[in-house]
């Protein structure tokens, strides 16, 4: 294995010793040295990669992004363009509930928030921030989505609402299904993605 792949692999080996804990333990309940005896590391191998534990933190964005890709990759990419958006916001919102915990997923925001970073959040970069758009525009293109309003806008409306349906999961304790909701807020502003009547 070349050294370069190496230290990939300890990167991504970090990163999943600390997604375990912070599910297992709790983010704050989850400290440097629990997740550098998880991974099988040192100090010096975490601090290569990592400055302190929210900057870990921030990187599981790329975590998610992973598993998004793999149910895209199961995708029947010839559905209706509203349907695929739909099938996909359902996944996340099913996924989020059943792998993060509301205070996880706090956690991950009020890092963000607090680090006054988007590096990770909305990187125009992200896999999921790309797809979304992608799908967006191959629908504007079928004339299943309006095309009157640019695929850059029309994607950061589903994007807030989606983000916004999540934090309201947060506030509430996770006191309703997260999917459920997410599924049933999308009738909604499906209808504003719907190519208009001109006539």
């Given at each position: 294995m070349k050294k370069n792949e190496k230290k990939d692999n300890l990167r991504q080996t970090i990163m999943d010793a600390a997604w375990e804990l912070f599910y297992e333990k709790g983010y704050e309940n989850t400290t440097v040295n629990d997740i550098i005896k998880r991974a099988g590391t040192s100090k010096g191998g975490f601090y290569y990669y990592f400055k302190a534990k929210d900057e870990l933190l921030n990187s599981l964005y790329a975590?998610?992004?992973?598993?998004?890709?793999?149910?895209?990759?199961?995708?029947?990419k010839n559905l209706n363009s509203l349907l695929q958006l739909?099938?996909?916001?359902?996944?996340?919102?099913?996924?989020?509930?059943?792998?993060?915990?509301?205070?996880?997923?706090?956690?991950?925001?009020?890092?963000?928030?607090?680090?006054?970073?988007?590096?990770?959040?909305?990187?125009?970069?992200r896999f999921y921030i790309k797809l979304v758009k992608k799908i967006i525009s191959e629908g504007q293109e079928k004339g299943e989505i309006r095309d009157d309003i640019p695929v850059e806008t029309l994607a950061h409306h589903v994007l807030a609402i989606e983000r916004g349906i999540f934090?309201?999961?947060?506030?509430?304790?996770?006191?309703?299904?997260?999917?459920?909701?997410?599924?049933?807020?999308?009738?909604?502003?499906?209808?504003?993605?719907?190519?208009?009547n001109t006539n």
């Amino acid at each position: 294995m070349k050294k370069n792949e190496k230290k990939d692999n300890l990167r991504q080996t970090i990163m999943d010793a600390a997604w375990e804990l912070f599910y297992e333990k709790g983010y704050e309940n989850t400290t440097v040295n629990d997740i550098i005896k998880r991974a099988g590391t040192s100090k010096g191998g975490f601090y290569y990669y990592f400055k302190a534990k929210d900057e870990l933190l921030n990187s599981l964005y790329a975590f998610f992004d992973r598993e998004y890709e793999k149910f895209y990759a199961t995708m029947d990419k010839n559905l209706n363009s509203l349907l695929q958006l739909r099938l996909l916001g359902q996944y996340v919102s099913y996924f989020i509930e059943g792998n993060v915990s509301p205070e996880f997923l706090c956690a991950l925001y009020k890092s963000q928030l607090s680090n006054q970073t988007q590096e990770h959040f909305l990187s125009p970069d992200r896999f999921y921030i790309k797809l979304v758009k992608k799908i967006i525009s191959e629908g504007q293109e079928k004339g299943e989505i309006r095309d009157d309003i640019p695929v850059e806008t029309l994607a950061h409306h589903v994007l807030a609402i989606e983000r916004g349906i999540f934090i309201d999961w947060c506030v509430q304790a996770g006191s309703f299904s997260l999917g459920y909701f997410g599924a049933q807020s999308f009738e909604f502003y499906s209808e504003f993605l719907k190519p208009q009547n001109t006539n």
